[in-house]
Every structure is written in C-alpha cells, then in structure tokens.
C-alpha cells in the first residue's frame, strides 16, 4: 500500500519518470526472487509470498530516497508532523470508486468462481487461469488511466476543457487500438497460449474457448474504466461510484446468475461482454452530460 501510494503521489506531481522506474524495479526485483526463493531455497509458496514482501520493501525504500532527492521540487513531505486528516474526505469521495471497482470486481469473481464449481474442477481451473490471461490487457488499460489522470487532472483544474476532452478521447483510442491487438492475439493463439499455464488437455481446451469469448469485452471494459477514472480525475467521485457500482456490483453479480440458470457455463463467460455492452451508453451518457455542465460554467470547448 505504501509503494502503491508513494509512487502515485510522486507521478501526480509529474515526475513520471521516477515514479515508473520505482514500480518497475519493484515489479522486475518479485520476478527475479520468485524463482530464487522457490527453487533454489526450495521455500515453495512461501519463498513466493517473501520475494514479493522483499520486493515492496525494496521499492518503498526506492521511492524514499526519491523523496530525499527530490525534496526542493516536491511539496510532499514524509515529516510526520505535517501528517494531517484535513484531507480525508475529498480524498476518500474521489478514491472510492477505485475501491469499489476493486472490492466489487473480487466478489463477482468469487461468485463466478463458485458457480463454475457447480460444473466440477475442470472449468474451474480453466476460468481461473483465463481470468490471469485476461488481466494482462486490463492492467494495460489500467496504467493508461494512471498516466493520463494527472493530465486530466491539471486542465479541469486550469479550466481548459477542451484540452481536457482530447486527452481524454485520445486515451480511449489508444485503449480501443492496444485492445483490438490483444484479441487478435487471444483469438489466433488461445490454445498456445493456455497450454503454457496448464499443459493438460481436457482444461487448456476449454480455457482457450473460455478465452477467446472472455477478450472480446476488453475493449469496453477498457472505454468504461477510462470514463470512470475520467470522471474520477475531475473530483467527480460519486458519478464515478455509480458507475462502478452498476458495472461490477449491481448489473454484473446478478447477471452472472441470471446467464447461468439460462445458457450454463459458457452463458456465466458471455456474462462480461453482455454488462460492458449495457455500460457503455451510461459510461458515456454520464461523461457528456457532467461535460455539458462543465461547459455551462467554465470557457467553451475549444
């Protein structure tokens, strides 16, 4: 949590570079002691759960001697005297969509994943391993919303919203591009790729089907995150909740029910692709109408 929030706070002040550097160093150091500790000190799980500890430890001690370096270009200060809660509530009106999106998103899976029991271990396997898969482009996505929020961020707060629009426009693009490459990967190479993680055939076949439907939302899983941090970086916490709420908590969890009494276990991996499609006019109703106001009260878009 505090290598997450360091790096963050560090970015939001601009200096990306640092803050990239500090997560990647993190990241690189939990693969390179993964194995160590699990083979060669045949530490098993175990080994694994200590290289990831040692690894944050690393990158918070990293991100400190940032600070220190950076200590006359940077208005944080890890002073404990200048610790205050003045901050909490705008900081946790804005911040609670993301907690959401987190906490809603890890009780759908556990709903789907208990339903997937009902039809015994072979798809639960194959679900979970393309549940990791599927990440990868999402995560991409997610470090896309990072890097553009600040810049979201600093011309809602000069007030330049057109600039604002283009940014964000320009990052769903992306997002849509980097996607689309995704699941052509995914659609061509899904059984290659699934027999990388699991080498039996029964599951590896079944995930790659698995798979080849589950990438098919990424790209409006993506345009909706990127309307949710969108609005999440403009202070507009509460719109950003909703939306969050009825993707992963209100629409998601009852759909996935829903499609399993009807069309079984491949309708539970449908499921989605059918919410994300259903989000996307609200995502994107939502957006227009707080831009609309925004336009309303500030200059007009350029």
């Known amino acids: 949590m505090v290598n997450l929030a360091l790096g963050h706070l560090l970015r939001s002040e601009g200096h990306a570079k640092?803050?990239?550097?500090?997560?990647?160093?993190?990241?690189?150091?939990?693969?390179?002691?993964?194995?160590?500790?699990?083979?060669?000190?045949?530490?098993?799980?175990a080994g694994a759960a200590i290289a990831t500890a040692l690894s944050n430890t690393v990158s918070v001690a990293f991100f400190i001697i940032q600070y220190?370096?950076?200590?006359?270009?940077t208005a944080i200060s890890l002073n404990p005297r200048h610790f205050t809660f003045r901050f909490v509530r705008p900081v946790f009106s804005v911040g609670l969509a993301s907690a959401l999106a987190t906490t809603l998103g890890n009780a759908s899976n556990m709903v789907m994943v208990h339903l997937a029991s009902g039809y015994g271990d072979i798809p639960v396997a194959a679900y979970g391993v393309v549940k990791?898969?599927?990440?990868?482009?999402?995560?991409?996505?997610?470090g896309l919303c990072q890097g553009?929020?600040?810049?979201?961020?600093?011309?809602?707060?000069?007030?330049?919203?057109?600039?604002?629009?283009?940014?964000?426009?320009?990052?769903?693009?992306?997002?849509?591009?980097?996607s689309?490459?995704?699941?052509?990967?995914?659609?061509?190479?899904?059984?290659?790729?699934?027999?990388?993680?699991?080498?039996?055939?029964?599951?590896?076949?079944l995930g790659a089907s698995f798979l080849r439907i589950a990438c098919l939302a990424v790209p409006l899983t993506s345009v909706n995150f990127l309307i949710s941090y969108t609005l999440q970086a403009m202070g507009k916490g509460i719109q950003s909740a909703i939306l969050t709420s009825c993707r992963q908590g209100l629409l998601n969890i009852p759909m996935l029910i829903v499609m399993d009494l009807v069309f079984g276990l491949y309708g539970m991996i449908w499921t989605q692709l059918v919410v994300e499609i259903i989000m996307l006019p609200v995502s994107l109703?939502?957006?227009?109408?707080?831009?609309?106001?925004?336009?309303?009260?500030g200059k007009p878009c350029m």
Request: hydrophobic share 50%; proline share 4%.
């Open 148 to 178: 553009f929020m600040p810049l979201v961020g600093y011309n809602f707060a000069s007030k330049d919203y057109g600039r604002m629009r283009k940014v964000s426009i320009f990052s769903w693009k992306i997002a849509l591009v980097m």
């Open 68 to 73: 220190i370096r950076l200590k006359d270009k």
């Open 18 to 45: 640092q803050a990239s550097a500090g997560m990647m160093f993190g990241g690189i150091l939990n693969v390179v002691l993964d194995p160590v500790f699990i083979f060669a000190f045949h530490l098993d799980v």
């Open 132 to 142: 990791r898969i599927d990440q990868f482009p999402l995560n991409v996505s997610m």
């Open 285 to 297: 109703g939502m957006y227009s109408h707080t831009f609309r106001g925004l336009n309303a009260k």
């Open 180 to 205: 689309a490459c995704f699941i052509a990967c995914f659609a061509i190479f899904a059984p290659q790729i699934l027999h990388l993680f699991i080498p039996e055939t029964q599951t590896s076949t």
